[in-house]
């Protein structure tokens, strides 16, 4: 299964697909909307944040979206199609061991915009953080991707691959806004905001907003998130066999 | 031992009935054809033989055990039919990744030569043509060393020169005393290669035996000549003619014997030209039993 991992990772990184959504999409909006928001350093009465720093956290998880739903749900569509996942399926590999290795593998390409948007937010915009904190913000964020991985694979299990990749778009798209990560959900209507804070995607934000403001994620926030990536996970298991095997 | 034992196995997609009840037992060590049309149930047979497709009823054993767990265990290699392959990957780096999840692979340079691709191990397995391709698919089936190597049309997508070279590699790992199942609708594959020919049709097996005994139950050869409006009286009456066609000036007879029909012919004093003799093929026997 290692094995299988370290070839998944091998082909991402050799997609140049994966450079642009997952590493220059989420940097570049962080350098752009960094530079027109509110007043550097100043703490917004709204958030309990700076402008620069609500906005990494934002941008981090908009980017582990998109990687972990849209490259990942077109890949695996894309793969089901082709024959490749059929032929898997005839060698001792087992079903289990493939869409556990693609959910980790979808988490892993997730990461990376969390970290490059950290990377860019403390060079570009003297984002300032202790250890601690980092550490905290990345690790919980990475957890926090599972429910997004586990969506990925449900995608691709599910539409073909002509589908997967508006339906991922779409997906990720209303997940980043209704989730509150373009603007936030103090800004929304209320009826939005009651949605809003029952999407694993305003949680996944809460969870880093909470750890760079200076304190401990919420447990509504854990709970809402672990309820899902349960949810997702054991869908994405049972869409993933069917796809697999015919009846 | 038997390899693969099939026993009142039938499957249905919707009301399209793919499979009825068959029962087959192929013995370990043989290399079996399984020829016939498109749609004959030939792939929806190997799909349940691989666990990639449920039997409606009936009940499969592959070397002993149930479709799912051969395949678990590393006893079955399979090539698919329509697999495109991974994107990104060099041959090498595929057919080593899928050797490692056998529990006794073959070693990498000797999958790669005996699939014929020492030279295009460092190519993206994505931008090879059809016939390359094939062998790495090839390779990927039989990189596990499995006791049961199962192709679905194998050579579908292959210039004839691709094909010969395919069939020398089949045939080199098959002589390690494997049991081999493939699939297909080319007739003289099936004869050239194969210890036993199953012929499949409308799901059903209508045929079952060595080339040769195939062919046989096909009845007989052809003598086809030039007639030249000379009357086709007496052609009938020949030893061993059981049918006459005249079509234009061409007579084709029909015949169990074909040497003492010929001679017979000519010493019959009519003045025939453009003699040929024909054996009957596999084809005609094909044909005959899949009509």
Avoid at chain 2, 41 to 57: E, F, Q, R, V, Y
Avoid at chain 2, 190 to 197: F, L, Q, Y
Wanted: hydrophobic share 50%.
């Amino acid at each position: 299964m290692l094995r299988y991992l370290r070839i998944e990772l091998l082909r991402m990184s050799r997609d140049p697909r994966f450079v642009f959504f997952t590493a220059a999409v989420p940097v570049g909006f962080y350098l752009l909307w960094s530079n027109i928001g509110g007043v550097h350093g100043e703490i917004e009465a709204s958030t309990g944040l700076t402008p620069q720093v609500h906005l990494m956290v934002s941008m981090a998880a908009f980017g582990a979206i998109v990687a972990a739903v849209a490259s990942t749900g077109s890949r695996l569509a894309g793969e089901l199609q082709s024959g490749w996942l059929r032929q898997l399926r005839a060698t001792p590999l087992s079903n289990r061991a493939v869409i556990c290795t693609k959910i980790l593998a979808s988490m892993i390409l997730a990461l990376t915009p969390i970290v490059l948007v950290s990377i860019t937010a403390a060079l570009a915009q003297d984002v300032r953080l202790s250890p601690a904190e980092w550490a905290g913000m990345i690790a919980l964020m990475w957890l926090a991707t599972f429910p997004f991985a586990a969506l990925g694979t449900l995608i691709g299990s599910l539409v073909s691959p002509d589908a997967a990749q508006p339906v991922s778009v779409g997906t990720h798209l209303g997940l980043s806004m209704l989730g509150g990560l373009f603007v936030p959900i103090s800004q929304m209507p209320h009826a939005l905001q009651n949605v809003a804070h029952w999407l694993p995607s305003n949680r996944f934000g809460e969870v880093g907003w909470d750890i760079v403001g200076g304190h401990a994620p919420s447990a509504a926030a854990g709970l809402i998130l672990a309820g899902w990536a349960a949810a997702l996970g054991g869908c994405a298991i049972a869409a993933y066999r069917r796809a697999t095997v015919t009846a | 031992m038997n390899a693969i034992v099939f026993t009142n196995v039938s499957k249905s997609y919707g009301s399209v009935q793919a499979v009825r009840p068959l029962d087959l037992v192929i013995e370990a060590g043989q290399t079996v054809a399984l020829l016939g049309p498109n749609g004959a149930g030939k792939s929806t047979s190997i799909n349940m033989l691989l666990g990639l497709a449920k039997p409606d009823t009936g009940d499969i054993q592959v070397l002993g055990a149930a479709p799912d767990d051969a395949v678990a265990h590393g006893l079955v290699g399979a090539m698919l039919q329509n697999g495109t392959l991974v994107a990104g990957l060099t041959v090498r780096e595929v057919v080593d990744f899928v050797r490692h999840l056998y529990p006794e692979p073959l070693p990498l340079d000797e999958v790669l030569r005996i699939a014929g691709l020492t030279d295009l191990a460092t190519r993206r397995a994505d931008r090879l043509s059809g016939g390359q391709a094939q062998r790495v698919r090839f390779a990927i089936a039989i990189s596990g060393a499995p006791r049961l190597l199962v192709l679905d049309e194998p050579t579908a997508a292959m210039d004839v020169e691709s094909r010969l070279s395919f069939w020398a590699s089949m045939r080199s790992y098959a002589a390690g005393g494997r049991t081999i199942l493939f699939a297909t609708h080319y007739l003289e594959e099936a004869d050239e290669n194969a210890d036993r020919v199953v012929v499949m049709a409308r799901g059903q097996v209508v045929g079952d035996g060595t080339a040769a005994e195939i062919k046989a139950r096909a009845g007989g050869s052809t003598v086809r000549f030039t007639l030249n409006g000379r009357p086709a009286d007496g052609l009938g009456r020949l030893p061993g003619v059981t049918g006459v066609e005249i079509h234009g000036p061409t007579a084709l007879l029909h015949t169990t014997d074909a040497d003492t029909t010929v001679e017979a012919l000519y010493q019959s004093g009519l003045r025939v030209r453009d003699l040929e003799v024909k054996g009957a093929d596999l084809e005609d026997a094909f044909l005959d039993l899949t009509r």
